[in-house]
């Protein structure tokens, strides 16, 4: 096995008409994630916008067509999530803590204000860090942005949220973790591995077929920006082992204890306060058929960061879509787009 990163390989127009690559440098290197910049020629003199990639079993492919259409605009940078199954057990644990520890280490490694945004499972982490950078001296981010992101799993709970608030964290513990075999780097590594994933997705897509939703379009025509190099089934199944503790982490905070929202999140003995945040500007996104994160969900960010502003606050619901049009095909490109380059413009 190796640890090698996943080209995205795209390129965007120019001006005149022309294509021109997207360079991509990977610039840390840390067990769990790398972090890597994604440049155009003349992107650099803008503030640079921090994806906080997904962390929840996919692999940071299926985030190809929300990279390119920010990447022309933009000084991109990606937290790039490494599978645990490469991360050797003697680099430590990794959980939910240490999730938020690398956003503001990769906000440490920009050395300026920067724009955030946090997709699907990233955007309590990234609120987090968000708010945590007012009490351990850090500049506070331009923006944050959270789309399609569990908040507050309470409102408009989906089917995975009344799954996982319905069982015992020892029931995930007993039936959805694995230790990685012999043989691979990880080797003895806890996990939540990629094959159960992969079922749980299939499960999810067969659904959507037999439903006629979102899915079932997305696989008969395929909207991506680059269907036949990076078709969206393969995006989709492509997944990667989580570490055991932040899966659990992430079931007990999000859809158990709803720790954000309830006020009882603890980051290494600092409360996660969002009302901290006072000059950032804040956009929540949500599609309307979203069954992965609720309508309302997302948008409750803004009810947590009172303190921000009402100039400086944004909401978008994008009609007729769910969860994967708000970062992939027409929808995205379109629609969801246009109103973030905006946002992100006023913002800086």
């Known amino acids: 096995m190796t640890s090698r990163r996943p080209v995205f390989g795209f390129e965007i127009a120019t001006n005149k008409g022309g294509l021109v690559a997207v360079a991509e440098t990977e610039v840390v290197r840390k067990p769990f994630y790398a972090l890597v910049h994604f440049q155009r020629p003349g992107a650099t003199r803008r503030p640079p916008v921090l994806i906080v990639g997904v962390l929840s079993g996919h692999t940071p492919l299926l985030l190809h067509d929300l990279l390119a259409g920010l990447a022309a605009d933009h000084d991109l940078y990606l937290i790039e999530w490494i599978d645990a199954r490469l991360v050797p057990l003697s680099e430590g644990d990794f959980g939910m803590e240490d999730n938020i520890a690398a956003i503001l280490e990769c906000l440490d490694h920009l050395g300026r204000e920067a724009h955030v945004i ?158 901290a945040l006072t000059r950032t500007a804040l956009m929540t996104i949500e599609g309307e058929h979203d069954d992965i994160s609720g309508a309302g969900q997302t948008r409750a960010a803004h009810e947590l960061c009172r303190n921000i502003p009402d100039d400086r606050r944004r909401h978008w619901s994008q009609p007729g879509i769910g969860h994967f049009g708000l970062f992939h095909g027409l929808p995205w490109r379109w629609d969801i787009l246009p109103r973030l380059n905006e946002f992100l413009r006023e913002a800086g």
């Open 118 to 275: 946090g997709i699907c499972q990233a955007a309590m982490p990234a609120l987090a860090a968000a708010a945590l950078c007012e009490s351990t001296g850090r500049p506070a981010p331009l923006s944050v942005t959270l789309s399609g992101g569990i908040i507050d799993a309470r409102i408009n709970p989906t089917r995975i949220a009344r799954f996982a608030a319905s069982h015992p964290l020892s029931w995930f513990e007993d039936n959805l973790l694995d230790t990685v075999s012999p043989g691979s780097p990880g080797s003895g590594r806890r996990v939540h591995p990629a094959c159960f994933q992969k079922i749980g997705l299939q499960a999810y897509m067969a659904r959507h077929i037999a439903t006629g939703a979102e899915l079932l379009y997305k696989v008969m025509s395929d909207d991506g920006l680059a269907p036949l190099r990076h078709p969206f089934l393969k995006l989709f199944l492509s997944v990667m082992d989580l570490p055991a503790t932040l899966y659990l982490d992430t079931i007990r905070l999000l859809f158990q204890d709803y720790a954000l929202p309830s006020g009882h999140l603890v980051w290494r003995g600092r409360a996660v306060d969002p009302a």
